[in-house]
């Protein structure tokens, strides 16, 4: 898995470590990793995402919406889907995907997105994307900002998104022009 950008796999707990702690001192950090190891049977348990190349396009000061963008791959025999983002940078963050209906473009909010078994999935303008709403400082280009992302199994995935200077090559400046309730 070569290639630049934010790279963070999942934190497991291996067997043998779950095994040696106590459970009642340990329960609420264990809480997660026993919910995955029962949500994947016959050794598939070790979740394998990784989150790479996330960034910002940055926004004018005051934006109160951005969107966030990244590929998610998953290296498991498995699919996941992704359920969940949150950052401590924006009040709240949704999962989104561009529309296209008869010409114009319409967000819709997604409960969950699969990402495919040995595949991957990319967050990109005019499609898939983080909603990132109410940010909490101001987020100049080159930031870089904590995201969670939870999925189906009750696994965690932190990762990191750069603010990135606004009209890259490839970049479609007007995707989220549109006002819409997310305004
Ligand atoms: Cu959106």
């Not at 016959?42 to 963008?69: N, R």
């Not at 025999?77 to 296209?100: G, K, N, Y």
């Amino acid at each position: 898995m070569k290639g630049k950008g934010v790279k963070v796999r999942m934190k497991m707990m291996m067997p043998k470590t779950r095994a040696r702690l106590s459970w009642p001192t340990r329960r609420r950090s264990l809480a997660a990793a026993c919910m995955l190891w029962f949500a994947c049977p016959s050794g598939a348990w070790a979740l394998d995402v990784a989150l790479k190349a996330g960034y910002i396009p940055a926004a004018p000061s005051g934006a109160k919406v951005l969107a966030g963008y990244m590929t998610l791959h998953n290296r498991g025999t498995q699919p996941i889907f992704l359920t969940e983002a949150s950052s401590e940078a924006f009040e709240r963050v949704e999962l989104h995907r561009s529309i296209r209906q008869g010409g114009m473009v319409r967000m819709a909010q997604l409960g969950r997105i699969e990402i495919p078994a040995q595949g991957a999935l990319e967050f990109k303008p005019g499609d898939y994307h983080l909603m990132l709403i109410g940010p909490r400082r101001p987020l100049s280009p080159g930031t870089m900002v904590p995201i969670l992302l939870r999925f189906d199994n009750g696994a965690a995935l932190s990762g990191r998104l750069m603010v990135q200077a606004a009209h890259l090559p490839g970049q479609r400046p007007d995707h989220h022009s549109p006002p819409g309730p997310h305004q």
